[in-house]
């Protein structure tokens, strides 16, 4: 499944964040901006009261058959920092040489997910862990925007200045959820919250191989076309949406003109209101007065 494509091999070299500083208190934030002014985004990283840090995210651009494709993603592992390291080494590069990519995004972007599960826990196979992860993923395809979700990570957009979910958590009480769960033979119970065998507080997961069966890393995916109105997005960890709502987050981020500034204020108010996760959040703003008109009229 995971081959180059033509259209991958017409591509423009894959960057990350160009810029990042870390101040040495488990605080990580940087940016990173397209060289036509259309795009910017910041994230910002903190391990919080957490003794490890399990958070971790990637930013990738690059450039595919003329068209640009813009990656960015969160990932909150569980079990240990594993799952979640692995995603942020693979996942986007798996998902760009998937054959269909370009043709087929929202296949590419499924089959990548779960095969990419499949790959870590080959890899982990011969150790004792069970790490597991949870993935957030925004994939900008021109002007087309593919929101993937697996677990309780979340991205919201502002559109018209209002908070709209692009992701609904994956929780065990989802009644959806709970019934795909028992028709595989696995129960729901309460354990200080609703967990997957008494054990996991999410119900589709990287990794957590003891619960396969259940746990699933197949994502939800949901499809936007970029227009006037779409201001920002916010994807973040839990440790964010735990006690930031999607409109409050919506609304510190708009306060800010620069991302990085932004995702700096959310993971502090977070943080400030009481997170005792690690927080991650990614700010992406998108800046249609810098599109060049002649360049809005192709589909």
């Not at 150790?127 to 929101?147: E, F, I, M, N, P």
């Not at 699933?216 to 227009?227: G, S, Y």
Request: glycine share 10%; proline share 3%; net charge negative.
């Amino acid at each position: 499944m995971m081959v180059d494509s033509d259209s991958t091999a017409n591509r423009g070299p894959t960057v990350g964040p160009l810029k990042e500083k870390d101040d040495g208190g488990g605080f990580v934030s940087g940016w990173w901006k397209s060289e036509d002014g259309e795009l910017s985004c910041g994230y910002s990283s903190f391990r919080g009261k957490r003794v490890t840090m399990e958070d971790f995210y990637d930013v990738k651009n690059t450039t595919i058959d003329g068209q640009r494709v813009c990656m960015f993603g969160i990932f909150d592992g569980h079990g240990g920092s594993r799952a979640a390291e692995y995603l942020k080494e693979h996942l986007f590069e798996n998902l760009l040489k998937h054959p269909q990519f370009m043709t087929d995004t929202k296949l590419a972007i499924s089959q990548s997910y779960q095969q990419t599960d499949v790959d870590f826990l080959d890899s982990e196979k011969d150790t004792y862990r069970d790490d597991g992860s949870t993935a957030s993923t925004a994939v900008l395809v021109g002007d087309h925007l593919y929101v993937a979700n697996v677990g309780d990570s979340r991205t919201v957009i502002s559109k018209g200045g209002k908070a709209i979910p692009l992701s609904e958590d994956h929780k065990p009480n989802r009644s959806d959820e709970r019934k795909r769960i028992e028709s595989a033979g696995g129960v729901v119970m309460w354990a200080g919250t609703w967990r997957v065998g008494g054990v996991l507080a999410m119900s589709r997961a990287f990794g957590n191989r003891l619960l396969k069966q259940f746990v699933v890393a197949e994502p939800d995916i949901q499809e936007q076309k970029i227009d006037q109105e779409f201001e920002l997005l916010v994807l973040a960890s839990d440790g964010l949406w735990d006690v930031v709502p999607n409109e409050d987050a919506v609304s510190i981020a708009r306060t800010e003109e620069e991302p990085e500034t932004a995702a700096r204020k959310l993971t502090e108010a977070a943080f400030t209101r009481g997170s005792a996760d690690n927080i991650t959040c990614i700010v992406v703003r998108f800046h249609h007065d810098k599109i060049d008109p002649s360049n809005s009229q192709q589909d």
